[in-house]
């Protein structure tokens, strides 16, 4: 699946809503894995560290390691979940030499999936614990509106006010 389009329509609305020319805060770039140990190693990358790394068969969906989700934006199916397309939309905009290395590669040489398939294994060790960090945040966020809308109002709530209200109002016979 080619997610070219995805990432030029990103970067391009992003912009024009924002007329801050780098809208990523220190905190999301942190939340996000960009640190400048990550940084370093990805201007390391070069044309050869893509076309040499051994790809599985095309036909492979990534293994367990790629979420497949449904994006917000248009419902469109990615092979990336949606911590890894802010990270990547990130990446590309602060580090120019990943963004000129995928225009090299993408499609001449290898697909979109593909591309992102790679940085991402090679990246691993250095994003692994701001991934895991984001999907706990995730999961703990479900779980608070869950939490929030179960817990509006039980029937045994309403049953016991209306018992104390009643309690209340009733007069006492001695």
């Given at each position: ?78 092979d990336l979940s949606e ?92």
């Amino acid at each position: 699946m080619d997610l070219s389009w995805w990432f030029r329509r990103t970067t391009k609305s992003s912009t024009q809503h924002n007329p801050n020319p780098n809208p990523s805060k220190p905190q999301d770039e942190e939340q996000l894995g960009i640190t400048e140990q990550l940084i370093d190693f990805v201007k390391s990358f070069t044309f050869d560290t893509f076309k040499n790394f051994p790809l599985q068969d095309d036909d492979d969906d990534g293994g367990s390691e790629t979420v497949m989700t449904t994006s917000s934006r248009g419902n469109v199916r990615n092979d990336l979940s949606e911590w890894q397309q802010r990270h990547a939309t990130l990446v590309l905009s602060k580090i120019k030499e990943i963004s000129k290395l995928r225009y090299m590669l993408c499609p001449r040489h290898l697909k979109e999936r593909q591309f992102w398939s790679i940085y991402f294994k090679l990246v691993k060790s250095h994003i692994a614990e701001y991934e895991l960090c984001a999907i706990q945040l995730e999961k703990l966020k479900t779980m608070a509106t869950e939490n929030e809308k179960s817990s509006d109002i039980s029937p045994y709530e309403v049953e016991m006010a209306e018992t104390k209200h009643t309690e209340h109002i009733s007069p006492h016979n001695p």
